[in-house]
């Protein structure tokens, strides 16, 4: 369930055809500090229409996987924290430094 402090983000999937599908959900829950992953059924649309597969950090789709911090697979998008521009960045995107 949705709350006031849980923050979305939506994962995007862009198939060989240049469609895209809106595969997966990641959530943020500030009252619990955890995050959560989840596929949509756009995960399901993608693998009936293009051959989307599941990620290879979260092998099925029907599975809500939890951890107490971002998961690898989204923190390593995260520019290096040595750059210059690495606080800024987070404030950004509404990241607490202390999870990355």
Same mark, same amino acid.
């Given at each position: +369930?949705?709350? $006031?402090? +849980?923050?979305?983000?939506?994962?995007?999937?862009?198939?060989? @055809?240049?469609?895209?599908?809106?595969?997966?959900?990641? +959530?943020?829950?500030?009252?619990?500090?955890?995050?959560?992953?989840?596929?949509?059924?756009?995960?399901?649309?993608?693998?009936?229409?293009?051959?989307?597969?599941?990620?290879?950090?979260?092998?099925?789709?029907?599975?809500? %996987?939890?951890?107490? $911090?971002?998961?690898?697979?989204?923190?390593?998008? *995260? *520019?290096?924290?040595?750059?210059? $521009?690495?606080? @800024? %960045?987070?404030?950004?995107?509404?990241?607490?430094?202390?999870? *990355?």
């Amino acid at each position: +369930m949705q709350t $006031e402090n +849980m923050k979305t983000v939506f994962l995007a999937w862009q198939a060989p @055809d240049r469609n895209w599908f809106p595969v997966g959900c990641l +959530m943020h829950d500030d009252d619990k500090d955890n995050y959560e992953f989840a596929y949509t059924n756009g995960a399901l649309q993608a693998e009936k229409a293009a051959g989307f597969k599941p990620l290879l950090a979260f092998p099925d789709f029907n599975k809500h %996987y939890c951890a107490s $911090e971002l998961f690898p697979l989204f923190a390593n998008r *995260i *520019i290096a924290r040595s750059r210059r $521009e690495f606080d @800024d %960045y987070l404030r950004s995107l509404d990241l607490d430094p202390n999870h *990355i």
